[in-house]
T-cell receptor, first 113, second 113 residues
Framework: DTAVSQTPKYLVTQMGNDKSIKCEQN?????MYWYKQDSKKFLKIMFS???????INETVPNRFSPKSPDKAHLNLHINSLELGDSAVYFC????????????FGPGTRLTVL | AQSVTQLDSQVPVFEEAPVELRCNYS??????LFWYVQYPNQGLQLLLK??????LVKGINGFEAEFNKSQTSFHLRKPSVHISDTAEYFC???????????FGQGTRLTINP
């Protein structure tokens, strides 16, 4: 009964390909997030959604497109992958935002060759 | 924009010794403050958070942190560490109303026997 799950755990692909990462939460939370953790462990928010509505869109290339089919799911699609996209991507969820604890998924390690 | 500085990138300590991990944030009218822990190859989980009230906050696994508004600090402490505390520790801040966590660079805590 994993709270926040992500698939796949590992993703190895060639430059120029398109790939998706899926995220699901079974906590009944309204808000979901995508974070990128680089090789130096720095963690930065990319997007947040509240009840399927985009709330935060940081300065992320438009090759990255999040999609929320329902409030329990937030998927991340990446077009035309580049070497610099290699990182660990974390999905998280919270009841709302602000003071609420964020619950993180196990991460997806993306390697672009 | 809000920023968070974790002053030590690595902290090695011996088992059963006390430890302090330092965190400073840029000034703001009011903030929510968090410490998250990331064990190897896992997602982040909440250790503790400060929202309001008492400046000394107790968290899981024997950790505590003190909010100091005048010094804009939120240092994390544990009186006696265990091998299992080896992990990466992240301080984060949310500007009330921003609903966006900004993370520090992380501190790697290594416990030596």
């Amino acid at each position: 009964d994993t709270a926040v799950s992500q698939t796949p755990k590992y993703l190895v692909t060639q430059m120029g390909n398109d790939k998706s990462i899926k995220c699901e939460q079974n906590l009944g939370h309204d808000t979901m997030y995508w974070y990128k953790q680089d090789s130096k462990k720095f963690l930065k928010i990319m997007f947040s959604y509240n009840n399927k509505e985009l709330i935060i869109n940081e300065t992320v290339p438009n090759r990255f497109s999040p999609k929320s089919p329902d409030k329990a799911h937030l998927n991340l699609h990446i077009n035309s992958l580049e070497l610099g996209d290699s990182a660990v991507y974390f999905c998280a969820s919270s009841r709302r935002g602000g003071e609420d604890t964020q619950y993180f998924g196990p991460g997806t390690r993306l390697t672009v060759l | 924009a809000q920023s968070v500085t974790q002053l030590d990138s690595q902290v090695p300590v011996f088992e059963e010794a006390p430890v302090e991990l330092r965190c400073n944030y840029s000034s703001s009218v009011s903030v929510y403050l968090f410490w998250y822990v990331q064990y190897p190859n896992q997602g982040l989980q909440l250790l503790l958070k400060y929202l309001s009230g008492s400046t000394l906050v107790k968290g899981i696994n024997g950790f505590e942190a003190e909010f100091n508004k005048s010094q804009t600090s939120f240092h994390l402490r544990k009186p006696s560490v265990h091998i299992s505390d080896t992990a990466e520790y992240f301080c984060a801040v949310d500007d009330r109303g921003a609903q966006k966590l900004v993370f520090g660079q992380g501190t790697r805590l290594t416990i030596n026997p």
